[in-house]
Each structure stands twice: as structure tokens, then as C-alpha cells.
């Protein structure tokens, strides 16, 4: 059987960098998918991030390149100021279109792009932020089939955009920060996928 | 075939035909953000799909302009990248104080913000009268808002700090009038700028520049398009010409990279070598 999963996108904004250190610090470096995410900066921040979370993490994790390749256990991180996409040839694209609810690189962009290049092989991840950007595009990824898990508002450090999320369709899996490495790799491992998901959904 | 998969050639040929029939073509715009704004736009039509509104778009100029005004992304700023502007006023401007005369292509201008905010560097390094700028875009609706130079006045404040963080001594409020909400660019800043259609995907160079500025428009394209500008371009700089690109932009790898040399690195600043 062809594997189930072929990306992750992850959507994260206030408390991020504790978050992402976190999520990713933890995966191993076989970790066989490509990550791709949107982290909510100041347009002033530099690639310092990427870098900072690359030195920290076995995976290797950079800014994204305009119509840069997408190579398995890579962590993507969107420039400041620009949008990541991701083409249907599974090539990446930045772009330098208006905000989308006050945020460039927006998370709903992201996963809207990678919910129609990826459909069913995509998980979408939602994490700790202020605000409500990624509900609609983690909507998108459950309607084109992928999976969506959301970080258990309870255990984040600013509850809005899991809540936003959680009310705008229905996750797969909440969990603690905690907890989702192990999630993502017993995921891809092709283990818990029938095991964790909820009866009645797509 | 899925839902997205039939959309996809319906994009196909509904681009054909609009390149067919009004000679702009936007087959080789990188699908997912050309996408992305087609289906804002059909989301806001009266159509269902894009197979039904290319039977009108084809046969209906304006409702094809308002499509145009859909796919084109004209998001621009006064001193964008101020780190760039900086380069521009300590690295570059010296090279072109050397000439009597300069000729500066900005092609993809927008709202004209890219081109204003050069000429103020230029005016203030005494270079006033010694230049023309060729401002274009293929979207003719932002080149009338260009050359009337106004702007809104809720971003002077941003505009302000940019001005002044890419090394401006001056002062950001001399060079607009305040007119309610809106701020009107100063008569000095138009005098050395021609706006003017031009059409990156079809049309011709613009001979003997000093400098082409194509910033954040390339970002849009596929790679074979991407190199055609590129040529276009190299044809239009004179040898020591530079050539500035956006700053997610890169010359590595494409076929022109060895007739330049980078003048400011990760600023995206090139310099067209001598033979
Ligand atoms: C994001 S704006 C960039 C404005 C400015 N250069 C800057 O960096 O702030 C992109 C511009 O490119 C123009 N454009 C898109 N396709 C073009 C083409 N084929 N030929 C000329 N201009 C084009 C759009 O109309 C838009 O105004």
C-alpha cells in the first residue's frame, strides 16, 4: 500500500519559537516527511529562526527558497514578509500578495496550496496563537481529506487560533504539545491513523 | 480525475483563450498563488466554474479587466526592504554619480511607490536632472495611480521609519502634501519618471540602461519565464549597468548568473560585467 502521508503543514503564532523547539527539536532525523510552516514574525526578522532551530534539531530546518524542491525531513520555514505555497509538482513558491487577516506568511494560504497539492497525504497541524488565522485553510484540509490535528487549547500559551481552528472543523487529534512528536511519527509509521481517529469523519 | 485536478485544466484553457484573445498571458505564472487569486475572484462572479465564465470572459473586455485586476498583485510600499535602499543610496548612487546621464528601467512599478522612493535618493544625493526613470507594468490601472502619486496617508508613518532606516537625512514630510486622508507626492519626485505599458511576458527590451529594477514580480513565474526577463534585461544594460531583484529573488543558477558579479550581497544588487 502507498503511504498514507506525504507532508505536514504547520501553522503557528504567539509562543511559537518555544512551540516549534519543542515540536521539532524532538523528531528524529529519519523523520520522512517534509514540514512546511508558517511562523507569524515581524517583518523585520531575519532567517535567524531558521537557523537557530536548525542548529537545535536532528532534521534540518531552513527558510524556504523560491522554487526550491521539497526534500523529506526538511522543515520549510516561510520568510518574513512573504507567503509560502506549495505547487501541485511539489516545488515551493513565495509570494508577496497582501496580508490575509493581517498576516504575511499567512497560515490559511499555506494550507490552502498544500491541502490542493497534497489532498488526502496532508496533515495539518494548528498551534498555540493570538489569533484566527489557519482555521479556514485547516477546513480546507479535512475537506480535501487530510488529517488535522490542533494543539489542546488548554495547553497552549494563547488559546485563540486552536480554539478558531477547533470551531471551524472538526480534529482529528487534540493533543498536548507534548505529546505530538510522538503523534506525528507513530502517524507516518502508518500506527495510529485508524486508531486515533474520530468515528463520522472524512 | 478529482474536483481540484478539473479545475486545474480548466485554468489551462480559460489562460489559453485570454492570451488568444487579449494577447496577456499567464500560462507560465507559478500556478498556486495565479490560482489563489482566480478563485477570489470567481468566489465574487456570478459564475459556478471557470468553464462558464470564459464563454463571457472572452467575448466581455471588462469583465476580463476585472479578472486582470484580480490575477495582477500590486502590493508595493515607499522604501520596501529599507536595507536595500540603503545599498542603493551608499553602494550604487556612487557608481552613477560617474555618469552625466543615467536611464533606470523599474519594471513591474505597481503604484509607482518603488520608483518615487528612488528618486528621492537620487534628489538628495544631488543627482536631480540627471536621470530618467522608466516606470512600467503590465496592469494599466496601477500606471494612472502612479503617475498621480497619491498616497494613502495611514501609511506615512510606516513610509516615515522605512525613509529613515534606509539611511534618509531628511525630512519624509517634505516630499508629499497632507490633503485629508491622502498624501500628494511632490512635483519634483514626478519629474524624472515616464510611466508606460510594458508587458514583461511579450514585449521588447528597453535599450542602454544603467539600471533595471525588477523587484518581486519575477517571484510570480515559472522558470522558463523567469529567464526570458532575465535576457530581456541583460539585452537592456549597458556593460557596468546593475540589475536589482527582490530580496527572495536570486540570479544562482539561472543562465545570465556569470555576466554579473553581486554588488551587495543578500540584497540582491548585481553588477553587469564588462565584456
Ligand atoms: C508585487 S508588485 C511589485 C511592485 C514593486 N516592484 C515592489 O517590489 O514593491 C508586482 C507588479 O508586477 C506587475 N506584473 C505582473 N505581471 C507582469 C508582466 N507580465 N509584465 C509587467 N508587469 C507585470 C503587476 O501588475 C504588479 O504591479
Known sequence: ??????????????????????????????????????????????????????????????EADEQERIAPGTAYLAPPNYHLL????????????????????????LFESAAAAFGSTLIGVILTGA??????????????????????????????????????TRADHVVPLEAMTALLCRLVAGEAAAAGRRPGDG | MDAGELEDVEIRLLLEGLQRVYGYDFRDYAEASIKRRLSHWLAESAFATFSQAQSDLLRDPQLFASLL???????????????????????????????????????????????????????????????RMYATDIDEAVLQRA???????????????????????????????????????????????????????????????????????????KPALKERCLRLFDASLLPGGFLCLGLKETLDGRETRGAYQELAPGLRIYRKRYG
Request: charged fraction near 20%; proline fraction near 5%.
Open chain 1, 1 to 62: 500500500m502507498a503511504k498514507r502521508f506525504r507532508a505536514v503543514a504547520i501553522g503557528v503564532s504567539f509562543g511559537g519559537v518555544q512551540a516549534l523547539k519543542l515540536l521539532l527539536g524532538r523528531l528524529p532525523a529519519d523523520f520522512p516527511l517534509p514540514l512546511l510552516i508558517v511562523q507569524h514574525l515581524s517583518p523585520e526578522a531575519g532567517d535567524g529562526l531558521a537557523e537557530l532551530l536548525d542548529e537545535l534539531c536532528a532534521i534540518r530546518v531552513k
Open chain 1, 86 to 109: 506549495v505547487e501541485r509538482d511539489g516545488s515551493l513558491s513565495l509570494a508577496a500578495d497582501a496580508r490575509v487577516s493581517y498576516a504575511r506568511p499567512s497560515v490559511d494560504v
Open chain 1, 131 to 168: 489569533n484566527g488565522d489557519g482555521s479556514s485553510g485547516l477546513r480546507t484540509v479535512k475537506q480535501m481529506g487530510g488529517l488535522a490535528i490542533v494543539q489542546d487549547p488548554e495547553d497552549a500559551p494563547a488559546q485563540q487560533m486552536p480554539l478558531a481552528a477547533l470551531a471551524a
Open chain 2, 69 to 131: 485586476q484580480g490575477i495582477t498583485v500590486n502590493v508595493t510600499e515607499m522604501f520596501r526592504d529599507p536595507a536595500f535602499f540603503k545599498a542603493i543610496r551608499e553602494q550604487l548612487v556612487p557608481f552613477l554619480k560617474t555618469y552625466p546621464f543615467v536611464k533606470i528601467w523599474h519594471a513591474g512599478c505597481a503604484t509607482g511607490e518603488e520608483a518615487y522612493s528612488m528618486a528621492i535618493v537620487l534628489n538628495e544625493e544631488g543627482m536631480t536632472g540627471r536621470y
Open chain 2, 147 to 221: 503617475q498621480e502619486g497619491v498616497l494613502p496617508m495611514a501609511e506615512m508613518q510606516s513610509y516615515t521609519r522605512n525613509y529613515q532606516k534606509s539611511g534618509g537625512r531628511a525630512s519624509f514630510a517634505d516630499y508629499y502634501t497632507a490633503r485629508y486622508d491622502r498624501a500628494i507626492l511632490s512635483a519634483e519626485l514626478k519629474a524624472g519618471i515616464v510611466f508606460a505599458p510594458h508587458n514583461l511576458t511579450s514585449d521588447a527590451e528597453f535599450g542602454e540602461m544603467n539600471v533595471v529594477l525588477c523587484r518581486n514580480v519575477m517571484i510570480y513565474f
